[in-house]
């Protein structure tokens, strides 16, 4: 598509589809007209790769998860069809600036962090590989909150994607179920028959999600949640206006929010009802799909492969087999066993307080012929594979990672310390029975979002030194390595750097008024706010490192500028003063003379998809500091990694897995091993020995205490200095000493840029293997047995 053939029809939808004149549209009519110009082009390839999976009769995949943090489409649609230029050029003609055009698109916040953002990063990956596939979600009317800051302290507002319309979804009111809750079961002759005694109607709104070179395009499925019944007119006309409403609010309550349960459980019915709902819908369209294309309903494993993204669509077991069982004749036995070839399981988490349980009373109230369904999954269990009873209902407790094991062909983690630890800890037991099952898959990332697109300076240097074609094919940025000999490939590198730097730098100016130098080293830690990942570590760092140069103000000390990014649960508290804290502390030391220049704290707030794609270029270091046995994986690692960051971390995660890849030596290591951590917990008093041990802790924490950062107030952060001297289950006292000594290494290389620039060159050279394409081929070959289509 040229430049003038995008114009023109740019031009035709802003007149036809949004009824606007050019002389009178705003941005957000020329982003909707751009989008519907470029929509247009997806739709062809998505209808032909339909039909090639239908004539090919090729296995397809169904990947369901409860999240989908998918951001910004518009630009993802643009670069994976090619037409950055074209679109770019066409903005400039129509007198439009193509970044503002863009940067009016609302995020699509449909998850919380890490698991629902690499939900959306697979999506990318099967379509750009050609597997036919569909992710099943939900359609939430509210994403992940709106974070603001109000003298420091976290304010959650509803986020409200949907009051504009998406441009990218087609509705498909044709396209619903019932899904029932509540209710009897009859145990009759003939079988059990469960009499729902509510039900709530879930309609399809589909989204097109296109392949690197348009070459592809899979389907992402979410449900909406509705009222069966009609809008009752005659309680309206009495007048009981509410009460007429009140059953289709009922129904969308379903779909309205997205949980913030990142690692908290929601002992909630409702969050236990959304499972349910969009579990049972996506089964009921796949075996729709299904029967129009197959009789033997037994041979569903070979033809059909579910991925179960954590434990939340765990539901999809038991009900899988009430549909084969109740409603296909098919035995029990051999029922179990058909779910049991169709379903896999992700583990995301080892957190004790995150994997998920329900009490069986709701279970079963809720959900009773399901309840009655997991007692005879647990019997079979018992009965086939020499288990104990009771390894999924425990205490009254139904416990979802259980389940999702028995019922799974494959289990896997998603780096290979997770799926070590998983073996050796929460599923010990059921991986002695069934020593096959558990394997590893670690996480990757999309590079045509995370490099690509993300990072256009850098991509220009890749593609000029090596060649265009390694934006499918991540392990060629390898090439790379034979350049970070030459200077110029150097200069141009730390180059590009600085560039996206001084664009941060910009940004960072209007939104919060600080200035902050693109000479001096960007250290950012963005991710959920948690006390596993140790966001208190490291602005305990900058409280030692402010106090250190007030006392030695003559020292040449390495300028730096901390970057801070994430969302604190609302309802957890801890981690919502840790926020405050960090503003705190910002506050201070940005209006503190005698560090200005050398150390400068920023922690913008919101942070989600779009502005993790400003800040993965711009960072020189990457924060990865969680208790070694914590971080299942880690994605934002690998981003920043590819990206040419150095990383501090520990050995938790991916990160073993980077460092193993880029080297030790472009890696800065510290803290203990998970082995350790486990052996330290047990020595009594580690913390206070730990402050006695390094004087840079000990003042921190002082500071924190006198009150430094709380104004007027001085006992305002205390809470969290007794955290840490009583209460340190994370190990932050423990693990400082080491994070403070390797973190002044990294002052010091910091120093020499030419040694820095070939050390960050080759964390990108060496990164390729975190492709999620190369997940994804993992998964399509020892999990699914799918193959590509094209
Ligand atoms: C998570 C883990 O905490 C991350 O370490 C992991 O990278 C991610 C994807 O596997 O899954 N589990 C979880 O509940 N969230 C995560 O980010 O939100």
């Not at 508290?573 to 405050?580: G, N, S």
């Not at 690692?637 to 150095?646: E, H, I, R, S, V």
């Amino acid at each position: 598509m040229t430049k003038d053939e995008l114009k023109s029809e740019i031009l035709r939808h802003l007149a036809f589809s949004f009824g606007k004149d050019a002389a009178h549209a705003q941005t957000r009519d020329w982003r909707m007209a751009l989008s519907l110009a470029i929509r247009d082009r997806v739709v062809t390839p998505w209808f032909e790769s339909t039909r090639k999976t239908y004539e090919g009769r090729h296995k397809r995949v169904y990947y369901l998860s409860m999240e989908f943090l998918i951001g910004r489409l518009l630009q993802d649609a643009i670069v994976n069809l090619g037409l950055d230029d074209a679109a770019r050029e066409a903005c400039l003609e129509l007198g439009l600036s193509y970044d503002q055009v863009l940067a009016d698109e609302p995020d699509a916040a449909l998850g919380n962090g890490g698991l629902g953002r690499l939900a959306a990063c697979f999506l990318d990956s099967l379509s750009t590989l050609g597997i036919p596939a569909y992710g099943y979600g939900i359609r939430y009317e509210h994403g992940l909150f709106r974070q603001s800051f109000h003298e420091g302290r976290q304010v959650e507002q509803a986020e409200d994607w949907l009051s504009q319309p998406h441009p990218w979804e087609f509705e498909r009111p044709e396209v619903c179920y019932g899904v029932g809750f509540y209710g009897t079961v009859r145990e009759g002759e003939d079988g059990a028959h469960w009499d729902a005694g509510d039900m709530v109607v879930a309609k399809a709104y589909d989204t097109p999600i296109i392949g690197w070179q348009g070459r592809w395009a899979n389907t992402l499925r979410l449900w909406s949640a509705q009222s069966r019944t009609q809008f009752d007119l005659a309680r309206f006309n009495e007048g009981q206006f509410a009460g007429a409403a009140e059953p289709e609010a009922l129904a969308r309550t379903i779909s309205r929010v997205l949980y913030p349960n990142d690692s908290t459980p929601q002992g909630k019915e409702l969050r236990l009802k959304q499972e349910y709902f969009f579990t049972a819908a996506s089964l009921a369209d796949i075996l729709r799909r299904y029967h129009s294309e197959y009789t033997d309903i037994r041979a569903l494993p070979k033809h059909v492969a579910i991925q179960l993204n954590d434990t939340h669509p765990a539901i999809a077991g038991p009900e899988l087999v009430r549909i084969l069982h109740d409603e296909h004749w098919v035995e029990l036995d051999d029922a179990i066993e058909i779910a049991r070839g169709t379903l896999n399981y992700t583990n995301h988490t080892l957190l004790p307080e995150a994997l998920e349980s329900w009490h069986e009373g709701l279970m079963r109230h809720l959900l009773p012929r399901h309840m009655r369904l997991i007692e005879q999954i647990d019997d079979w269990h018992a009965r086939t594979s020499k288990g104990r009873k009771m390894s999924t209902i425990d205490h009254g407790q139904v416990k979802m990672g259980e389940l999702s094991f028995v019922l799974a062909n494959k289990v896997n983690g998603v780096s290979a310390l997770h799926t070590d630890l998983m073996k050796k800890t929460v599923f010990s037991e059921l991986h002695t029975l069934h020593p096959d099952r558990i394997l590893n898959q670690t996480n990757g990332i999309t590079p045509r979002r995370w490099l690509r697109t993300c990072n256009p300076t850098l991509s220009a240097l890749i593609t000029d030194t090596i060649g265009s074609g390694w934006e499918d094919d991540l392990d060629r940025l390898e090439d790379l390595e034979a350049h970070v000999g030459d200077a110029g490939f150097r200069a141009a590198f730390a180059e590009a750097k600085h560039a996206n730097k001084a664009r941060l730098a910009n940004r960072i100016r209007a939104i919060r008024g600080v200035s902050i130098d693109p000479d001096a080293m960007f250290d950012i830690q963005v991710k959920r706010i948690h006390e596993y990942k140790r966001q208190l570590m490291n602005v305990l760092e900058v409280i030692a490192l402010w106090d250190a140069i007030r006392r030695n103000p003559g020292k040449d000390w390495t300028p730096r500028v901390k970057i801070f990014g994430g969302k604190a649960a609302p309802g957890y508290h801890t981690a919502k003063e840790i926020v405050h804290l960090i503003n705190d502390v910002a506050r201070v030391v940005n209006a503190d003379e005698d560090v200005a220049g050398r150390l400068t704290v920023v922690f913008p707030p919101n942070y989600n998809v779009t502005m993790a794609e400003r800040l993965v270029p711009a960072a020189d270091l990457s924060q990865q500091i969680s208790t070694a046995g914590k971080e299942a994986s880690g994605t934002g690692n690998m981003k920043f990694a590819l990206n040419g960051a150095l990383t501090i971390g520990t050995l938790d995660g991916a990160n073993v897995e980077i460092r193993e890849r880029v080297g030790d030596d472009n890696f800065f290591l510290f803290g203990m091993t998970a082995d350790e951590v486990v052996e330290r917990r047990a020595v009594p008093d580690h913390a206070a020995e730990a402050i006695a041990a390094s004087p840079e802790l000990a003042r921190a924490i002082e500071h924190i205490e006198r009150g430094s950062f709380g104004p007027g107030e001085p006992d305002r952060h205390r809470h969290l200095a007794n955290l840490l001297r009583h209460h340190d289950y994370f190990l932050v006292c423990s693990d400082f000493a080491s994070y403070w000594k390797v973190s002044r290494e990294v002052d010091e290389a910091y120093r020499d840029r030419d040694r820095w620039t070939r050390m960050a060159a080759l964390n990108t050279a060496r990164s390729g293997w975190f492709s999620s394409d190369r997940t994804i081929r993992g998964y399509a070959e020892e999990i699914w047995g799918a193959t590509p289509a094209i």
